[in-house]
């Protein structure tokens, strides 16, 4: 790989891991309601979902990107729907006080954890950005074991980065986030990035 395809996949990652979805609002929750080192365990979680679908692209989708160009097809479109529909939730309703109070929880590291690995496996903004996105960005007929271990490395610094933020300012902010003009801005901000993701994925060739 090219140093260009390393910066294009660290963009790329970057932009869909600060879009606020299901992940994010999980963290978010956990934050307001454990803290920063329960939020922190949480987000480590999610860093190893991320890594799972990474591997999983890598070792077995690049004989399937070489062979079966429909599937990334249908995938990019079914992507391009979803962020749509995503974008229009998170305008409607988006994160609210109640589904913060949901998501509260005292669970210990470890079972913080494995929460955060679990949103992530379960996680369709996640699934297509590595089955729609990645692939784009990276030739996955390319990639060396070496490529492999950077990507790894451009992952779990680029996720830390983003998320990080998000669990700190939740933590020592719990008032402010939970008020709603605050959640409307998250939202909304979150609904155009969404749609911005969506159209540049749909014209992407």
Known sequence: MTLT????????????????GPGVTALVARALGSGFRSSLAMSLGLVVGDLTYLTAVVLG???????FGMVFLLVKWLGVAYLAWLAWNFWNSGITPE??????????????????????LGNPKTMIF??????????????????????????????????????????????????????????????GFMVGAAAAIAVRQ
């Open 5 to 20: 395809g390393f910066l294009a996949y660290s963009g790329a990652l970057a932009i869909a891991a600060a879009i606020p």
């Open 61 to 67: 989708l690049a004989v399937v990107a070489q062979t």
């Open 99 to 120: 589904t913060i109070e949901a998501k509260k929880g005292k669970g210990g590291l470890f079972s913080s954890f494995i929460a955060g690995l679990t949103v992530t």
């Open 130 to 191: 590595y089955l729609a996105i990645t692939p784009t960005v990276v030739d996955l007929r390319t990639v060396t074991l070496a490529d492999y271990g950077i990507l790894v490395a451009i992952t779990i610094v680029v996720l830390l980065i983003v998320l990080v933020p998000y669990l700190a300012l939740a933590s020592q902010a719990r008032w402010f986030l939970k008020t709603p003009r605050a959640l409307k801005a998250l939202n909304r901000t979150a609904a």
